[in-house]
C-alpha cells in the first residue's frame, strides 16, 4: 500500500516536467518544418545587415535614449515607430502571418545590438537586447533556439508562446540578428 502511494506521488510529480516537453517539442518541430524556411529570406538579411552598419556604434547610453522615444512614441503614428513597421521586411514578416492560418499571431526581427529592425506590428518597447529573446539567441549564434512561457494574452483571449531563433548571414553563417514568432499554443497543440 505504502509502495503504491509513494510510486503514485512520483508518476504526479513528474507529470507536469513531462507535460512541459510537449509544448517545446511540438514548437520546435513548427520552427524546423515552418519558421526556418522564411526565416533567412533576403529581404529579413538585407534589413538587418542595413541595420547593423548603421547601429554597430551605438552605446548603452544611445541605445537607452532611443528605446524611451520608442515608448513614448508607440501609438502615436511617429517616424521610428513607423520606420520599423512598414518597411519591407515588415510587409514580408505580415504576408508570413497571413499565410500561417492563425498560428502566427506576431513576428519581430532584431538586429546585432537587440534593437527592432522590422515588425508586424508595434512591440512595448525598442530594445529587446536585455531580455531572453534576444539573450539566448543571438549570442549563442547559429541555430540557437529560445522558447518563451505560454502565457494567456487577453487580447486575443489565446495562449501564446514566443519562440525566437538567431539569423544567420548566408554566406558566413555568422549571427547577424534574432527573430521572435508569437505562437498561438491553442492551434499548435
Known sequence: MIRAFLLSAALIAAAPA??????????????DTEIMTWAHDGTIIDAIAAQNTQTAGYDAIRIDALDKTWRAEVGTGSDMV???LT?????FLRTRIA????????????DAQGLNVAASGATSDYWQGDEAKFQETYPKGAG????????????S????????VTIT???????????????DAEALM
Open 99 to 110: 499565410a500561417s492560418g492563425g498560428m502566427i499571431t506576431e513576428v519581430f526581427v532584431m
Open 157 to 164: 483571449q489565446t495562449y501564446q508562446a514566443q519562440i525566437s
Open 82 to 84: 513607423d520606420g520599423v
Open 18 to 31: 513531462a507535460m512541459a516537453v510537449e509544448p517545446h517539442a511540438a514548437m520546435q518541430a513548427y520552427v
Open 87 to 91: 518597411n519591407a521586411a515588415a510587409d
Open 144 to 155: 540557437a533556439v529560445h522558447f518563451g512561457e505560454i502565457e494567456f494574452d487577453e487580447s
Open 169 to 183: 548571414d548566408p554566406s558566413s553563417g555568422a549571427p547577424i540578428g534574432a527573430m521572435t514568432i508569437g505562437i
